[in-house]
């Protein structure tokens, strides 16, 4: 069976996990895979000094093992290991076991950079949010999930997020085949959604 494979990249907040568990739950028979889980282990610097790493930067990712993943999920191994990132303490844990699905739909803010990764991809879809929707977003997210306090997200986000997506993400928009508003407080909006949904259905009724 031939997999079809849907890359989801926009910024920091802008709502691409929300985007892809929607999707995957609406379309059945599919799986995520998320681009962050692709961090290199920062276990041989100090808390200071993971603390300091431009984690916006696409260096801190490791698209190679990323690559070999998307390819074994393409080819239609039915199961792959991917790593498993803690985003507390900036370290890698043991892989999981990823089973795989007709549609892999995988996330990240960095997904539609230029690279090999892209040539895995059959439609690409791109989560258009403004800067300070995103920031509140963020904000929320960190302090909730990741131990953050809001001083230090913000921190973060002028110095190193902003500008990262000046230079990495914002350029990815016109690169991909839709593009999702998702400027709302209150879950992502239906007629974007509705009409996404169609396409993909379309590609992967194709794609068979």
Same mark, same amino acid.
């Given at each position: 069976?031939?997999?079809?494979?849907?890359?989801?990249?926009?910024?920091?907040?802008?709502?691409?996990?929300?985007?892809?568990?929607?999707?995957?739950?609406?379309?059945?028979?599919?799986?995520?895979?998320? !681009?962050?889980?692709?961090?290199?282990?920062?276990?041989?610097?100090?808390?200071?000094?993971?603390?300091?790493?431009?984690?916006?930067?696409?260096?801190?990712?490791?698209?190679?093992?990323?690559?070999?993943?998307?390819?074994? !999920?393409?080819?239609?191994e039915d199961e792959v290991y991917?790593?498993?990132?803690?985003?507390?303490? +900036?370290?890698?844990?043991?892989?999981?076991?990823?089973?795989?699905?007709?549609?892999?739909?995988?996330?990240?803010?960095?997904?539609?950079?230029?690279?090999?990764?892209?040539?895995?991809?059959?439609?690409?879809?791109?989560?258009?949010?403004?800067?300070?929707?995103?920031?509140?977003?963020?904000?929320?997210?960190?302090?909730?999930?990741?131990?953050?306090s809001a001083a230090s997200v913000?921190?973060?986000?002028?110095?190193?997020?902003?500008?990262?997506?000046?230079?990495?993400?914002?350029?990815?928009?016109?690169?991909?085949?839709?593009?999702?508003?998702?400027?709302?407080?209150?879950? !992502?909006?239906?007629?974007?959604?509705?009409?996404?949904?169609?396409?993909?259905?379309?590609?992967?009724?194709?794609? +068979?």
């Amino acid at each position: 069976m031939k997999r079809l494979v849907v890359a989801i990249a926009g910024g920091s907040g802008s709502g691409k996990t929300l985007l892809a568990e929607t999707l995957c739950e609406k379309l059945g028979d599919a799986v995520i895979l998320g !681009l962050d889980s692709f961090y290199r282990d920062q276990s041989a610097l100090t808390h200071e000094e993971r603390a300091r790493v431009n984690y916006d930067d696409p260096e801190t990712l490791d698209f190679e093992e990323y690559c070999d993943v998307l390819k074994k !999920l393409k080819n239609g191994e039915d199961e792959v290991y991917i790593p498993v990132y803690d985003f507390v303490d +900036h370290v890698r844990l043991s892989p999981r076991k990823l089973e795989n699905a007709p549609i892999i739909i995988t996330e990240g803010t960095l997904t539609l950079i230029p690279g090999p990764h892209r040539y895995y991809f059959d439609y690409t879809i791109f989560v258009k949010a403004s800067g300070d929707i995103r920031l509140l977003r963020r904000i929320r997210r960190d302090v909730a999930e990741r131990g953050r306090s809001a001083a230090s997200v913000l921190d973060q986000y002028l110095s190193t997020v902003r500008p990262m997506h000046k230079k990495w993400i914002s350029p990815c928009e016109k690169e991909a085949n839709y593009v999702f508003p998702n400027d709302s407080m209150d879950g !992502l909006e239906e007629e974007p959604l509705e009409e996404l949904l169609y396409k993909i259905r379309r590609l992967t009724y194709e794609n +068979h």
